[in-house]
């Protein structure tokens, strides 16, 4: 084999190399993504039931405000919040409330603290760390949550 060979040949596995770097880190955030969707939507859910209940046991629920939230978030967000995506968020949180959410080995001490992972203002640092915590105990895509729901 003569020297332009070898070369070649390194430099062909030193791309593939390569290539196969950039596949598994596009699989892993497209992963990451889907996690941190599942979270904000359990978390939209989780919002909706406490500010349906207002401190109370049991909700006194209205379909308005699922109306009125729908309309007010597709106009600010965009697509992807009709009623019935909401309801779904508002169903997930109740099939997985935080108390359920078994916590990871790393975080058994401070479960319920990591569980309120964003406050009403913005999120901190912090907050945004128990987010991603979060994320890994719906290690599914939302779409897997709400289609395997009723099955």
Known sequence: MN???IRDNHYSLFR??????LEEGRR???R?????????YWEIGR?????EQKGRKR?????NLLENLSRDLTAKC???FGVNNLERMRLFYLSYPSENISPTPSGKSESKRSLNILSEKSPTVSGIL????????FPLSWSHYVENRGK
């Open 3 to 5: 020297n332009s060979a």
């Open 16 to 21: 593939d190399a390569i290539v196969t770097l």
């Open 28 to 30: 892993f955030a497209a």
């Open 32 to 40: 990451s993504v889907g996690s941190v969707l599942t979270v904000t």
């Open 47 to 51: 919002r909706i039931i406490e500010f």
């Open 59 to 63: 909700a006194e629920y209205g379909k």
């Open 78 to 80: 965009g697509r992807g």
């Open 130 to 137: 128990k987010y991603q915590e979060l994320a890994h105990r």
